[in-house]
Structure formats: structure tokens, C-alpha cells
T-cell receptor, first 112, second 113 residues
Framework: TQLLEQSPQFLSIQEGENLTVYCNSS?????LQWYRQEPGEGPVLLVT?????EVKKLKRLTFQFGDARKDSSLHITAAQPGDTGLYLC????????????FGKGTLLTVNP | KAGVTQTPRYLIKTRGQQVTLSCSPI?????VSWYQQTPGQGLQFLFE???????NKGNFPGRFSGRQFSNSRSEMNVSTLELGDSALYLC????????????FGQGTRLTVV
């Protein structure tokens, strides 16, 4: 069974601070996706990382895929209240396994 | 193009009843996956359908079932509802290729009383 552990589970910071969220597994994934979910809504895809060591930037968000494709991190620079939400990582397995395995998420609150 | 549409958005049912949820994927997407989301367990995979065939299944009891139609629309059914089935049910649409991106609907909030 492939499992993804996300840390921290909860994070409350002040506007302007930086933060990093981690997503770790003992399994190798063919790709890893990050989503943000707001209350009462479905998750919205932020980025997909595919290659080990890959780094992708989306404005103030930086995503990194570990060299061994078992872990990933999300770094937010100068957080804003609009960044508040549940951040989920999801790994896609290889072979014929088309399903996504989700971590339990990091609930981020950015206070003004 | 239109996103993933789930209906209804909210449902209240009584224990023992059954419920059917619907999901219309993004046009051209042949894969529909269903997930149950609860505060304690997070997002848990129920099953995935691709071209009308169930291709993957999670670890849920047989009370949870689904199907997919020729137009890729999918339905999920839960029979003999239990209080613990209260959750946000999400469907995700994708091309169905390994590592492909999944796009989620807004979900159906099911409350069992």
C-alpha cells in the first residue's frame, strides 16, 4: 500500500512569513501533484511534478520533487491571507495503477 | 471548457436509505474517480472507471458501488446508509493515462442522520 505523509498537519502564520510543507513516502511515484482545497469546494490542481529533482515555481509557490521521487515539498514565500486553505499532495503510481494516493493534507491559515 | 459537475451539492438521508450521486466529467475525459473525504481520514479512494469499466477499486464495503455510462458520466451509489457515511464525496475527471492530472468537482456533501 502506498502512503503519503504530510507535515505539518496544521500551520498558522502571519501574513508575510515564509513556510514549507512536506510530503513524504516510502514508495516511488511516477508523478506527484499538489492541490489546494477551500472549505466546501473540491481540490484545485496547483502543479504536477514528474522528474526526480524537478523544481517548479508558480508565483510565490515553489514545488520540489525529491531525487528518488518519494517525497516533495511546497514552499510559499511571503504568505498572504488568500493562501489559506488545505494543501494536499497526491502521488500517481506506476504501471497500471492509475489511481491517486492522497496525503491527509496541511491546513494553512494565514492571518492578516 | 466546462469543468467537472457533481449533483446534487447537498444531501440529507436517513440511516438505512440508499443514495445515488452523479458526476459529469470534462469533455474528452474518459476516466472518473470517486473519493470520500472526511476530517479524520482525509481523501480516500473509492473506485475509478475508464470507458465504462471499473479499473481500480479502493477498500470500501460492497455497499459502495458505481458505474459509468457511454458518455463518460458516472454515478455512485451507497446502499444501507450508515452514520459514518457522512462525508464530502468528490469525483475527479482525467484522461486516464498514468500520471495524468485529475480535475475535481465541487463535491456532494452527504449527511446521514
Amino acid at each position: 500500500t502506498q502512503l503519503l505523509e504530510q507535515s505539518p498537519q496544521f500551520l498558522s502564520i502571519q501574513e508575510g512569513e515564509n513556510l514549507t510543507v512536506y510530503c513524504n513516502s516510502s514508495s516511488v511515484f511516477s508523478s506527484l501533484q499538489w492541490y489546494r482545497q477551500e472549505p466546501g469546494e473540491g481540490p484545485v490542481l496547483l502543479v504536477t511534478v514528474v522528474t526526480g529533482g524537478e523544481v517548479k515555481k508558480l508565483k510565490r509557490l515553489t514545488f520540489q520533487f525529491g531525487d528518488a521521487r518519494k517525497d516533495s515539498s511546497l514552499h510559499i514565500t511571503a504568505a498572504q491571507p488568500g493562501d489559506t486553505g488545505l494543501y494536499l499532495c497526491a502521488g500517481a503510481g506506476g504501471g497500471s495503477n492509475y489511481k491517486l494516493t492522497f496525503g491527509k493534507g496541511t491546513l494553512l491559515t494565514v492571518n492578516p | 471548457k466546462a469543468g467537472v459537475t457533481q449533483t446534487p451539492r447537498y444531501l440529507i438521508k436517513t440511516r438505512g436509505q440508499q443514495v445515488t450521486l452523479s458526476c459529469s466529467p470534462i469533455s474528452g475525459h474518459r476516466s472518473v474517480s470517486w473519493y470520500q473525504q472526511t476530517p479524520g481520514q482525509g481523501l480516500q479512494f473509492l473506485f475509478e472507471y475508464f470507458s465504462e469499466t471499473q479499473r481500480n477499486k479502493g477498500n470500501f464495503p460492497g455497499r459502495f458501488s458505481g458505474r459509468q455510462f457511454s458518455n463518460s458520466r458516472s454515478e455512485m451509489n451507497v446502499s444501507t446508509l450508515e452514520l459514518g457515511d457522512s462525508a464530502l464525496y468528490l469525483c475527479a475527471s482525467s484522461l486516464g493515462v498514468v500520471g495524468t492530472e485529475a480535475f475535481f468537482g465541487q463535491g456532494t456533501r452527504l449527511t446521514v442522520v
